[in-house]
């Protein structure tokens, strides 16, 4: 049974239809998460200013530094830097470790994580310290705002993109059971052998030499190796899916054997019909998210073989 090729005209109504259901659900997003999330950071700039010192940046001490981290302050500390700076970047920048227990043992490197902290300041936000005065009252309260607007707009959006993929594969399992497939426990899958039981699947694990995000053994025996994918651009769907689910689609039928693997992107958000296309042509099959009933009535024609 050959997965199902779906022509421009279907691929271009199933893309108005996921755009639709991506505007509704970006118009009605609760705006109550972007403030608790605000909120919860301007207090965190206020703590970092008011009781670590950090309006006055250059003159902090070890000690301070390694305070800032034992309240687990150091992702506003990073927010400071314009643009901020990673994690692991400061981590390699410093050649220091952020764990609170290594910087207060280590003056050196709580000194090496100030000093690349002032080096990369936002000088728009924090005009004070490269001018080497005290800051004003609305200077002070700007700053506040603007970092925590930052830090907030940077949680956000991967909360968006988490919650996102995180509700793609839990709709995808729910339907799965739904119509009796079984979840079993999570393995490595380099043949055919290691791979869930007809009619079962499993959570993401490596398939060959890529992970899947669900790996399901359709009745008829191939290994249907799933890849969730949620887009927020056209632009961000090449990436998802020409650069990534599509690729890894050609390493499975490589790797695990081209009449053994369907390889399959269930699709949520904005997408780009000529990159689909494309997709389609390099073997990967396309479902939605908002119609997984197509799907399900491919995996019922694998009982036919």
Same mark, same amino acid.
């Given at each position: 049974m050959k997965p199902p090729r779906w022509s421009d005209s279907d691929l271009k109504a199933d893309v108005d239809r996921s755009i639709a259901l991506f505007r509704h659900e970006r118009l009605d997003e609760p705006v109550e998460i972007w403030r608790k999330t605000f909120d919860a950071h301007e207090a965190q700039f206020r703590t970092l200013f008011e009781k670590h010192g950090a309006l006055d940046l250059k003159s902090m001490t070890a000690d301070q530094v390694a305070r800032v981290f034992e309240d687990n302050l150091g992702d506003a500390l990073r927010y400071l830097a314009g643009p901020p700076i990673s994690e692991d970047d400061l981590k390699v920048l410093a050649d220091a470790s952020l764990a609170p227990s290594k910087i207060k043992e280590d003056n050196h490197a709580a000194e090496r994580i100030l000093s690349t902290i002032v080096q990369a300041l936002d000088s728009k936000r924090f005009p004070w310290v490269v001018d080497n005065r005290q800051p004003t009252d609305a200077e002070k309260r700007a700053a506040v705002l603007t970092s925590a607007a930052l830090i907030t707009a940077q949680r956000v959006s991967t909360l968006r993109r988490n919650d996102g993929k995180n509700k793609q594969e839990g709709g995808v399992k729910n339907f799965l059971r739904g119509i009796g497939f079984q979840e079993v426990s999570s393995r490595t899958i380099r043949t055919l052998a290691d791979a869930p039981s007809v009619g079962e699947f499993c959570s993401e694990c490596l398939v060959g030499s890529r992970k899947a995000d669900i790996p399901v053994r359709l009745y008829d025996g191939r290994l249907m190796p799933v890849e969730c994918k949620v887009s927020n651009s056209s632009t !961000? @769907?090449? +990436?998802? $899916? !020409? #650069?990534?689910?599509? %690729? +890894?689609?050609?390493?499975?039928?490589?790797?695990?054997?081209? !009449?053994? %693997?369907?390889? %399959?992107? %269930?699709? @949520?958000? $904005?997408? #780009?019909?000529? !990159? =689909?296309?494309?997709?389609? /042509? @390099?073997?990967? *099959? =396309?479902?939605?998210?908002?119609? =997984?009933? +197509?799907?399900?009535?491919?995996? /019922? +024609? *694998?009982r036919q073989g």
């Open positions: !961000n @769907s090449v +990436k998802r $899916v !020409n #650069n990534d689910a599509a %690729v +890894k689609a050609g390493i499975w039928r490589r790797e695990l054997g081209e !009449n053994q %693997v369907v390889p %399959v992107a %269930v699709l @949520s958000g $904005v997408f #780009n019909v000529l !990159n =689909l296309i494309q997709a389609q /042509e @390099s073997h990967l *099959t =396309l479902f939605w998210a908002h119609d =997984l009933g +197509k799907m399900g009535e491919f995996i /019922e +024609k *694998t």
